[in-house]
């Protein structure tokens, strides 16, 4: 049985969110334990039926507002620190939350640790394409500032994942960078580019810009933190203000635009779901000795849902084990 240690008291709708999700996941997946971690007074009502579901009780919690750091060192028994001891502590296999996004960071580094090899760990997740094949995008805002070797290392880790989680053979991998000729760019991503380049176990396809990065351009895409959490936000936003803004225009449209809706309704669906972020789940640290997926604070049943799925695959593929394997034995011929 895979064990999964979920914060219920992380992100906007919680509890309740995340006792829908649970409760869709649990119904589908037999090979599933639920640990929440949270105010069992705020979370029985929202059970029905408990099976393959355990409560760990506290009534402490991370606040989205509050400094990482500071507050697992404050707030030991907070449901975000009691998920990630009971995965250190080998009681879980993997740790969900749609908390504040700097104490998971935190409660990952420091108390389940990273993998040798590793410098900084980066969140990574599947962003949505035209075609709705979707691409790998790594750093996400784990770190605001890298050094050209950080770059190299997410571009082997997003390859990785690419081909272990989504059967990608032989994933293009391309950098982010304000013109896809050599040589464009800032220092970081002129060297990252030569580091890249010469890489022979890495189909490194160049530089890639962020207009094509719906087309499907590369299956992996590869920054640092800041700019990755920038263009994550703003492919959110514009993905909603166009569905918004459709929606508007045909209530507004009158009967020609409602029946013209009416006769596009399964092209319109198309559309939304290729547009639809949720279905991706949440971003994945990788970099850490186990899974840690963070779920966006304003997710929804659906989008929860859809991240357990995601952790079950993660625990299925052993990816976490395997980059283990990888990353140990590259540092040890190094050293």
Known sequence: MKRIAIDAMGGDAAPQAIIEGVLRARDELSD??????????????????????????????????DEPTRAIRRKKDASMVLAAKAVKDGQADALL??????????VAF????????????????????QNRQGFVMMDLGANAESSPKHLEQYALMGSFYASQIRG????????????????????????TYDLLAARQDLNFIGNVEARDLMSQVADVVVTDGFTGNAVLKTMEGTALGILGQLKSTILAGGLRAKLGAWLLKPSLKVMRQSL??????????FGVKAPVVKAHGSSDAKSIYYTIKQVTSI?????????????????????
Do not use: W
């Open 32 to 65: 599933v334990v639920f640990q929440l971690y949270g105010d069992q007074e705020q979370i029985l009502p929202l059970i029905g039926n408990a099976d393959r579901i355990e409560i760990v009780h506290t009534k402490e919690k991370i606040e989205g507002d």
């Open 97 to 106: 939350s749609a908390g504040n996004t700097g104490a998971l960071l935190a």
């Open 110 to 129: 420091f108390i389940i640790g990273r993998i040798k090899g590793i410098d900084r760990p980066g969140l990574l997740t599947t962003l949505p394409s």
């Open 168 to 191: 990608i053979q032989n994933p293009r991998v391309g950098l982010l960078n304000n013109g896809a000729e050599a040589g464009k760019g800032d220092s970081l991503r002129k060297e």
């Open 276 to 285: 639809d972020y949720t279905e991706a789940g949440g971003a994945m640290l």
């Open 315 to 335: 625990l299925e593929s052993q990816i976490v084990d395997q980059a283990k394997e990888v990353f140990q034995a590259d540092q040890s011929e190094k050293e």
